[in-house]
C-alpha cells in the first residue's frame, strides 16, 4: 500500500517538487518500506521520536524537523537533522548556532510563517519574518535557507490563502538579497493540500496520511 500511494503521489510531482514523508507515529517498518518506495526526506515532529527510528535508518536519508522545537531539545536536535523547517525566534536560532558550532555543523533552516495569523499556531507573522531573518543572516552556523508554513486544518481553499500569503513574502525577502541567506525552499502542503501549495509555488511538500494511511492516534 506504501509503495502505491508513493508511486501515485510522485506522479503528481513535478521535478522541481521535493517530497517530505510525513512520519509522526508511524513505526521503522513502515518508514523503511517507504524508503524502499524511494522515500529521500524523513520529517519527523518530535526529537524523541527522531531518536528512536534513527539508529534503524540513520543517515541514508535526509532528516527534516517539521515539528515545533522546544530550546531544551536543540542539542539533540542539530544531531540528527540535516535541516530544520520550524525556526520562528532569535533565541532559537541562536540555540541551533551556538549547538552546531560545538559539533560543528552548519543547519540548514526554514523559519516558520504564521501566515493565517492563528493564536495557537507557532510560527512568526509575516511582518516580522524580514527582520528576524537579518538578525540571525549573520549567525555563522545557520543556513536560512527558505520559509515554511501550515494550512489550515480541513479547509483547502483557506489553505491556499495561507500559501499565497507566504508565497509573496518568499518573494519580497528574496528581492530584499539579505547577505548570507538564500530563499531557495518553500515548504508548504499536506496530504490534502499538496496539489494547491504547489499550484502557490511550494517546492517541498510534506505529506504523511497520504503515504502511509490514516494515523491511528
Ligand atoms: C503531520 C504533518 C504533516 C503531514 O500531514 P498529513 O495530513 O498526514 O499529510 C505535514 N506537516 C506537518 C508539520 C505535520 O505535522
Redesign the pocket.
Known amino acids: 500500500m506504501i509503495k502505491d500511494n508513493l508511486e501515485r503521489i510522485y506522479n503528481d510531482l513535478p521535478n522541481n517538487v521535493s517530497l517530505?514523508a510525513?512520519v509522526?507515529t508511524r513505526a521503522a517498518n513502515e518508514i523503511l518500506e517507504a524508503i524502499d518506495a524511494g522515500v529521500k526526506i524523513i520529517?519527523e515532529?518530535y526529537v524523541q521520536e527522531a531518536e528512536k527510528v534513527y539508529p534503524s535508518i540513520g543517515m541514508r536519508v535526509e532528516w527534516h524537523l517539521?515539528?515545533h522545537l522546544q530550546r531544551n531539545k536543540v542539542k539533540n536536535a542539530v544531531k540528527i537533522f540535516d535541516m530544520i523547517?520550524?525556526v520562528d525566534s532569535v533565541r532559537l536560532a541562536e540555540e541551533i548556532n551556538k549547538r552546531c558550532e560545538y559539533i560543528n555543523k552548519k543547519m540548514k533552516v526554514l523559519i516558520e510563517i504564521n501566515s493565517g495569523r492563528e493564536d495557537q499556531k507557532s510560527g512568526i507573522f509575516p511582518e516580522n519574518a524580514g527582520p528576524l531573518i537579518k538578525d540571525i543572516s549573520n549567525l555563522k552556523y545557520i543556513d536560512v535557507c527558505g520559509l515554511?508554513t501550515?494550512g489550515v486544518w480541513g479547509d483547502v481553499e483557506e489553505s491556499r490563502k495561507n500559501f499565497k500569503v507566504c508565497r509573496k513574502l518568499f518573494d519580497e525577502i528574496k528581492g530584499m538579497k539579505i547577505e548570507n541567506i538564500r530563499m531557495e525552499y518553500l515548504s508548504m502542503g499536506?496530504?490534502?493540500t499538496?496539489k494547491i501549495a504547489i499550484e502557490e509555488g511550494a517546492n517541498i511538500v510534506?505529506?504523511?496520511?497520504?503515504?502511509?494511511g490514516v494515523?491511528k492516534y
Open positions: 517530505v510525513a509522526k520529517g515532529n517539521i515539528g523547517e520550524t515554511m501550515m499536506m496530504s490534502d499538496y510534506r505529506i504523511g496520511t497520504g503515504i502511509f494515523r
